[in-house]
């Protein structure tokens, strides 16, 4: 049995490093684009862009924040979720796990740039015409994904469970 544990342990420390990874790489290269440049602004397609800004806010640069204590507040807030999904992840028996895991190597990737940069990178703008989504990042990608399958699981799957 517990060598079950330190295979899953194993699988799951994989998958949140290689999530954290691709979310490094892609804001690394961004940033030096930045620093050679001194700007990305990058047209892909008509609907897709590079463009770095450097959000201090949360997800999609909601509640931006210009006072250090704030900030600082919502980062152990942060860093206290990432605890309690890392919980839930070892709670979970099944595929939720992975959602979560989802959900914290995205998360750690913003809170490590939250610590060592004090905003985040975002970099991918999508639109349509005069219609601008938020700009965001990979990590941003995995915890949407995440959050999107554990919603969807409550509605359907876990529903026909309790019916």
Known sequence: ML????????????LVITIFSLDRISKLYIINLAEVNDLVNIYLTSFL???LIWNNGVAFGLLSLDQTLLYNIVTLIIAFINILILIMIFKYKDYRSFFLIMILGGSLGNLFDRIYY???????SLHHGDFNWFVFN???????IGVICLILNEL???KEIRE
């Open 118 to 124: 004090m905003a985040v990178p975002d970099f991918i």
């Open 3 to 14: 060598k079950n544990n330190y295979k899953k342990i194993i699988i799951y420390l994989f």
């Open 49 to 51: 862009n590079l463009y």
């Open 156 to 158: 359907f799957v876990n």
């Open 138 to 144: 990979v990590a941003d990608i995995f915890i949407t």
